[in-house]
């Protein structure tokens, strides 16, 4: 048995958690900074990486104590090297190579769009390579092959703004605060779908790209007409990325072999999208695979097991891996005429 200490520091989340070869998580700290944000309906990276210096450490001796491990115990230290917020992936990835010197243990240096990726394969022993990936976060809406570990190939990303970028402003246009995600499932529950008409952006395009800042445009106005209830607002909000995100899905799926279709990222927290891509694995005679919701969300538990994957195959890192706050996990996929920095 391999064990892993795993960190994660890239956005708002501080997080550390140990996690062993055969899939249990002997112990796991995750601390948001939900409140922190609040104020600016985002996140404000100075305050993210302050936050991170002051909590990380205590979170690892935090999770050491829980399991009963001596850091003497590990195998390797796995720490989140980007893409992020630059301060704040500093962090994780600093105290990562200060651990790995001090203990002489190996430094594996983790993609969080991996750690994302490969998080279902933590909880679902039966998921093999390759399986096409829906990967929802705040910063990425992607559809990748996941061939193998450190092997992927993108048939699509977003030209503008991310799913769960969407979310969060539709959640600031209605005065829900961030992060959007949650609130607006909540909200959702008690309105109508179909109250309120909202674009679909991209729906039926041949290639599986994404856009959703059409939609961000269109809840402002239904907000500002002052004619909806914010609840009929979100449950049409939410309705509208579904039917966007399962199109796209759809279209991937029909240029993939892959057996399995597997949803991951912040976004997958939400119980109507997971239900609705499952549906569509079923359509599509797909195994359909999604983490338990503790794992969709920035976590180090995925960290970690990013860690335990790439032990096994001895695809260890330098003191010298530096910290990237653009890090795309497919490089030889082209550009999307578009698309800023999203890739
Ligand atoms: O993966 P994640 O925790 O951080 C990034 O790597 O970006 O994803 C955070 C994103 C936020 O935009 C948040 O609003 C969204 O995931 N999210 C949700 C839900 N929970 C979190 N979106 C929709 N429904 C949810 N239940
Ligand atoms: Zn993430």
């Not at 990380?56 to 829980?66: F, G, I, N, S, Y």
């Not at 991209?202 to 909806?228: D, I, M, N, T, W």
């Not at 990013?306 to 891996?321: I, T």
Request: charged share 20%.
């Amino acid at each position: 048995m391999t064990l892993i200490l795993g960190l994660e520091s890239s956005c708002d989340d501080t997080a550390a958690a140990l996690v062993g070869s055969d899939r249990r998580i002997l112990a796991q700290a995750v601390v948001g900074q939900n409140d922190a944000h609040r104020p600016f309906g985002g996140v404000v990276p100075e305050i993210a990486a302050r936050a991170h210096v002051q909590i990380l450490p205590e979170l690892v001796a935090r999770v050491l104590a829980e399991a009963g491990t001596g850091v003497g115990e590990l195998d390797a230290i796995a720490a989140t090297a980007g893409p992020g917020l630059i301060g704040g992936v500093m962090v994780a990835l600093l105290t990562g190579k200060g651990l790995a010197l001090a203990t002489s243990k190996p430094l594996i240096a983790i993609n969080h769009l991996e750690g994302h990726a490969l998080s279902p394969r933590l909880a679902d022993p039966d998921l093999d390579f390759p399986y096409l990936l829906l990967l929802v976060s705040g910063g990425h809406c992607q559809l990748l092959e996941v061939l193998g570990v450190g092997s992927y190939r993108r048939l699509a990303t977003t030209i503008d703004d991310a799913a769960g970028e969407a979310f969060d402003k539709a959640a600031k246009l209605l005065g829900l605060g961030y992060p959007g995600g949650p609130a607006i499932e909540a909200l959702a529950r008690e309105g109508d779908a179909s109250a309120v008409a909202l674009p679909r952006p991209l729906l039926g395009s041949a290639e599986p790209h994404f856009s959703f800042a059409g939609l961000k445009s269109a809840v402002q106005r239904a907000v500002a007409s002052g004619s909806h209830r914010p609840a009929d607002v979100a449950a049409s909000f939410q309705q509208a990325v579904i039917d966007v995100l399962v199109d796209r899905t759809r279209v991937a799926l029909a240029a993939s072999s892959a057996p399995s279709l597997v949803v991951a990222g912040g976004v997958a927290a939400n119980q109507a999208i997971r239900a609705a891509l499952e549906q569509l694995a079923q359509r599509s005679g797909r195994r359909f695979s999604v983490p338990p919701i503790s794992l969709c969300t920035d976590n180090a538990a995925m960290i970690a097991w990013a860690g335990v994957e790439r032990y096994a195959l001895g695809m260890f890192d330098s003191l010298e891996v530096p910290a990237r706050a653009r890090w795309p996990l497919d490089d030889s996929a082209e550009k999307v005429r578009g698309a800023g920095v999203k890739g």
